[in-house]
């Protein structure tokens, strides 16, 4: 009787603890916006937008100024919000990409509580948005996720038809990550919490250009490798320098030439 009880104990101290990790370890919204594409001199439409469950979400299009090659629909991280994400559009509109960014529900000005599903149908209603956009091609979108939005970016390409799908610092799975971080817990059974992209990717036909860093301290750089070897052709791999969160940045030249390069290589 004692040994059952302690087993009991045992099970839902994990559960608890898995939903500990849940809650506190995938998420990180903010919901202040801190600046706007104006403060670097770019001009944008502030859109607001309702997904199909009905929640208010907000983003930012910002075009080239000039005949555009495609419009990037950008999924950004899980922390922040998208007036966190300033240099990325800066360097995406450089390469004469328009630029649609949003926010989940529950970051930044978005209305809501954040969750799989729910960055799933925000996503999803982000796509159906740039239809009704002035100076956007449908037919001509690229899904490009960063981080945990590579995951969102994944499930939006099995769902719609972008020209590209383009990865950078994404993560194979939430449960490889947390056996990385937790490496105790059975997390494969205890989180609900999936983002499985590495079971998805092999079912996403369109080219896709896969980025990591090999000093990537967050998302190891494994997990970029795996993706890449699972995805089918057409895919293109970049093994870049630099932090999880800094790579960009320190790297700018050669990730915009190297993001060009693929461009160049696709038919947009």
């Known amino acids: 009787m004692i040994y059952f009880l302690v087993a009991v104990l045992l099970i839902f101290g994990l559960v608890l603890f898995s939903g500990w990790i849940e809650k506190n370890n995938i998420y990180f919204p903010d919901k202040k916006i801190e600046s706007t594409p104006e403060n670097i001199g770019l001009s944008y439409k502030d859109v607001y937008f ?8 907000n983003g930012w299009f910002i075009p080239t100024g000039k005949p555009s090659r495609a419009t990037v629909l950008l999924c950004h991280g ?14 995406l509109n450089s390469l004469d990409l328009n630029v649609f960014i949003f926010d ?7 209305c809501g509580t954040v969750s799989e599903r729910g960055t799933y149908l925000d996503a999803i209603a982000a796509y159906e948005e740039l239809s009704k956009l002035r100076g956007v ?7 490009y996720g960063r981080s945990l939005g590579g995951a969102v970016a994944v499930e939006l390409a099995l769902q719609k038809d972008p020209v590209a799908l383009i990865l ?3 993560f194979t799975s939430t449960s490889d990550m947390a056996k990385e971080i937790y490496p105790f817990l059975p997390a494969k059974f205890l989180i609900n919490t999936k983002y499985d992209s590495l079971d998805k990717i092999k079912n996403v036909a369109v080219p896709k250009f896969i980025i990591h860093s090999m000093e990537d301290e967050i998302v190891l750089f494994h997990h970029g490798k795996e993706l890449f070897e699972k995805a ?12 999880h969160n800094d790579a960009m940045v320190m790297y700018e030249d050669e990730y915009t030439n190297r993001l060009d390069k693929f461009l160049k290589g696709i038919e947009i």
């Not at 091609?137 to 899904?143: A, E």
């Open 232 to 243: 089918v052709e057409p895919k293109e791999f970049y093994r870049m320098r630099g932090g």
């Open 104 to 110: 989940y529900r529950g970051y930044g000005r978005s």
């Open 137 to 143: 091609n449908i037919n001509k979108v690229i899904f």
């Open 50 to 57: 309702r997904t199909s469950d009905g929640v208010e979400l």
């Open 168 to 170: 950078d610092g994404t």
């Open 78 to 91: 899980n922390a922040g919000n998208i007036s966190h994400r300033l240099d990325i559009i800066r360097m």
